[in-house]
């Protein structure tokens, strides 16, 4: 089944070390310079080109698997800016709409409150017109009265006739 040319010699020697040592995984790594734990670490011993090349597979398709769910999301993540973007554009649409009417509400209260304040000047103008003219009727009647009032005094004397 596994050629034995594809296997990996896990004997064989590191170039640089002395023959016959074993090299400890933690002695080659930092040999090396590799200090990355976290990197998953291919086993030396029994692994063949094919497992590899599977491996590569396996994780080339989860790749793939991963750029396709980036892309939904990306997708997912455009579709939803593009919708806040446009109820954006509708809530400044009505704002704007909003604004101009209240615009012009101000505008209708401060003329009808102008207008209002005529009448109401022209209202006290008049009740002071006609204030000043009941006066001058009340005088008026009261001098009549008294020139009425020795005419009424003569006639009270007078003998009536029967």
Known sequence: MDDPQDTIDAGAEAPGSAPGLEVTPEE???RLGDNHS???????????KKDLLQKYNSLEDKIALLRVNIDRVRCQSQDVEKRYLENIETVKAKS???Q???RV???????????????LNDLKA????????LEKLKQGKAR????????????DLAPSHP
Do not use: H, W
């Open 38 to 48: 976290d990197q998953p670490r291919v086993p030396a011993s029994g692994c063949t």
């Open 126 to 133: 008049e009740i002071t017109m006609l204030t000043s003219e």
């Open 100 to 102: 101009r009417t209240i």
């Open 96 to 98: 704007d709409d909003l």
């Open 105 to 119: 509400y101000e505008k209708t209260q401060r003329e009808t409150t102008f207008q209002r304040n005529q009448q």
């Open 28 to 30: 080659e790594s930092k």
């Open 144 to 155: 009549l009265e008294a020139e009425l009032e020795p005419y009424r005094a003569r006639l």
